[in-house]
């Protein structure tokens, strides 16, 4: 065991954190990572010890970093195409940037990270793990000057209509927006349609990824950006939901 007298945040001083070992490997983890591993027993280390000091994970989920954390957001490569550029909106503690980065090594990725503390964090984890094709940026989605990329991810940030918002303009055209969400998705999306189409996206879907590795598996909506939107314009384009008056 790691003993941390630490300020530890959320985990409260003087907390007792597990060590590495106290975390087995699931089979799911060597199906996802392959080759790498080794790089994933590292980053769940930095997570338990690090990330739990830290106030990025709760000490709780500790002993389900794994299946509900690395996993959870690894299956979601299945839908990244090879050599994509990524924008991971609200990265944090790095779920699911680094771990997309960990698990595809062919992948350009971009954490942005609005929080000092968190980017600090990613920062440093990027250098630790020497992931070469990771760039950490400290900034608000909607504020961050990037090249639209090919794939926007998000995990947990906001509900789906501001998601939509502030992910979808760092999208390229034909690019998409994969946002991994709960059981509430079908609502989301049926409650937020017009709004995504009015900041030039598809029509949304539903993906189940990791269906026999993980239970349950991710659910991850997909948008794909159809077209260009002027930012300030969606509002105006919307479609209105004014009832007609009546003559």
């Not at 062919?106 to 942005?112: A, G, H, P, S």
């Amino acid at each position: 065991m790691i003993e941390s007298r630490h300020d530890a945040g959320d985990s409260g001083p003087g907390v007792t954190l597990p060590g590495p070992s106290s975390f087995p490997v699931p089979s799911s983890a060597t199906e996802i990572f392959g080759e790498r591993l080794e790089l994933a027993e590292r980053f769940v280390s930095l997570l338990a010890t690090d990330g739990v000091v830290r106030g990025l994970i709760g000490p709780r989920e500790a002993p389900r970093l794994w299946e509900r954390h690395l996993v959870n957001c690894g299956v979601m490569g299945s839908l990244i195409p090879s050599g994509a550029s990524v924008i991971d909106v609200g990265s944090g503690a790095g779920l699911p940037g680094l771990v997309l980065a960990i698990s595809r090594p062919d992948l350009v990725i971009t954490l942005v990270e609005p929080l000092a503390r968190r980017t600090v964090f990613l920062d440093e984890a990027v250098a630790s793990l020497e992931l070469d094709n990771v760039t950490v940026v400290r900034g608000r989605a909607e504020e961050v000057d990037l090249p639209g990329a090919d794939v926007v991810t998000a995990r947990a940030v906001a509900a789906l209509d501001k998601l939509a918002g502030w992910c979808l303009p760092l999208a390229s055209v034909g690019g998409r927006l994969l946002a991994m969400k709960g059981s509430s998705a079908a609502e989301e999306i049926a409650a937020n349609q017009d709004l995504v189409s009015s900041l030039g996206g598809g029509e949304a879907v539903i993906h189940l990824c990791g269906v026999g590795l993980i239970d349950p598996p991710t659910t991850v909506v997909e948008i794909i950006k159809e077209r260009h939107v002027v930012p300030g314009k969606a509002r105006r384009e919307a479609p209105s939901r004014r009832k007609p008056r009546r003559r």
